[in-house]
T-cell receptor
């Protein structure tokens, strides 16, 4: 079974440009999460999809970040325009949905974003 | 609100000696607790999880952790370190129905030959 995949693995862009990160969850996983680790800081939650709906987007830093999950399959996270402080590693995770039971989140390898 | 404190940013041990990575948590509700590991250029992998069953939790690769409510701790241990254990380890908490995970700052484990 394929794990969570993320594309690209690395991205280097100039301040003010736009970048789109993609995450493909494990097939059949309804829950999809985005997290971010800024240099020297903890991994922080950004948002949570259940299928195509945003369940919790309390961690999104500002309106320069837009996440979508078309059709409840893969997800994209767009940063527009990118700022220097957006540099970091962006992780995607997915989990199955079973009512009342917490399920393990499976993480992808991350996308390392560098904004110059 | 939930939070996690990993007490050591770096731990260095010799191969074959015990490993102890310390974690304290804060949670308003009965938490679920996890340890994840990240090897270089790899994704985060779940080592073990506590979800209110047995307080001593066994995970993969010989790791285990004990949930101590009175001490609000969830320390990770392994009797004998192996070179392949060198990685960064994260203590993680989740509470209530909210599925977002809260991560500690990570402990980098170095294993000396």
């Amino acid at each position: 079974e394929a794990g969570v995949t993320q594309f690209p693995s690395h991205s280097v862009i100039e301040k003010g440009q736009t970048v789109t990160l993609r995450c493909d969850p494990i097939s059949g996983h309804d829950n999809l999460y985005w997290y971010r680790r800024v240099m020297g800081k903890e991994i922080k939650f950004l948002l949570h999809f259940v299928k195509e709906s945003k369940q919790d987007e309390s961690g999104m830093p500002n309106n320069r970040f837009l996440a979508e999950r078309t059709g409840g399959t893969y997800s994209t996270l767009k940063v527009q325009p990118a700022e220097l402080e957006d540099s970091g590693v962006y992780f995607c995770a997915s989990s199955q949905f079973t009512s009342g039971i917490y399920n393990e989140q499976f993480f992808g390898p991350g996308t390392r974003l560098t904004v110059l | 609100a939930q939070s996690v404190t990993q007490l050591d940013s770096h731990v260095s041990v010799s191969e074959g000696t015990p490993v102890l990575l310390r974690c304290n948590y804060s949670s308003s509700y009965s938490p679920s607790l996890f340890w994840y590991v990240q090897h270089p250029n790899k994704g985060l992998q779940l080592l073990l999880k506590y979800t209110s069953a047995a307080t001593l939790v066994k995970g993969i690769n010989g790791f285990e952790a004990e949930f101590k409510k009175s001490e609000t701790s969830f320390h990770l241990t392994k009797p004998s370190a192996h070179m392949s254990d060198a990685a960064e380890y994260f203590c993680v908490v989740s509470e209530g129905g909210r599925r977002a995970l809260t991560f500690g700052s990570g402990t980098r484990l170095q294993v000396q030959p």
